[in-house]
């Protein structure tokens, strides 16, 4: 069920999953939203543990500030939603993609509080293209189309998705969907904001905050191309292994699927497994 929480000057909405210990907090990529990790959840990620899924400010059904989407600024969110629900000592914190790299900076900045990193197809060095390969995604922010259903039957056409649909993808891209007062439909969140927070994450010092970041770490890397088969990853393997590298204790893995089906479908029971061996070790 969906909960909200005052904190730094915004309200955050966040999901929850009740479960076992240790409690794992779970950061969604760049344009996406806490529903993105509905297909890890189903897969078994909880009951096993208890996980909190945020929407990032900007997104989902988060307050959506007109700016203050640096990586510091995303921080505080996440710290301050950790002491209201009253997580005074280290989480298992992860992400994917962005929030692989918030993952990463909170770890880096505020050591106490986190005990263990989950980075899901996230790297210190992201490809050289980056912003090409994530303009489709982008896109889609400003799009106004004729009603929620002609958004996701779009969604559904998404080469990128591979097919991939299912009900874990449906309510994902439904809970990014704001419904207009005459019927039409368009992303919740805007493009200047979510522009705003991926310069601010390309522009950090990532070589300089990963050595700090000492907790053990699993770094997830799906290396196939987004849609046809030409296409680049969004994290090579040899950036998230120079990534691995660069943390003091990081074990490296490859899990099937690209960028984004890794999260949902078949691929999702692989990446709870990768992340319920690493947590139980």
Partial sequence: ?????????????????????????????LTA???SFEGLVRAGLSPRFRVISVDLRGRGLSDKPPSGYSMAEHAADILGLLDTLGAAGPVVLGGHSFGGLLTLYIASHWPERVSRMLVLDAAGSMHPQVRELLKPSLA?????LPSVEASLAAARQAPYLEGQWGRE????????????PDGTAQSRASPQ????????ALSEPWYEHLPRARQPALLLNAPRGLGPPDAPPVVPRELALETARALPDCRYLEVPGNHYTMLFGDHAGHTVRAITDFLSS
Wanted: hydrophobic content about 45%.
């Fill in 140 to 144: 889609r922010l400003g799009r106004v």
């Fill in 169 to 180: 993808l449906e309510d994902y891209f439904r809970a990014d969907v704001a419904e207009n």
């Fill in 193 to 200: 904001p979510i522009a705003e927070a991926m310069e601010g």
């Fill in 33 to 35: 939203n806490a529903h």
């Fill in 1 to 29: 069920m969906g909960n909200f929480v005052q904190v730094n000057g915004i309200r955050l909405h966040y999901l929850e999953h009740a479960g076992g210990e240790p409690l794992v907090v779970l950061l969604h990529g």
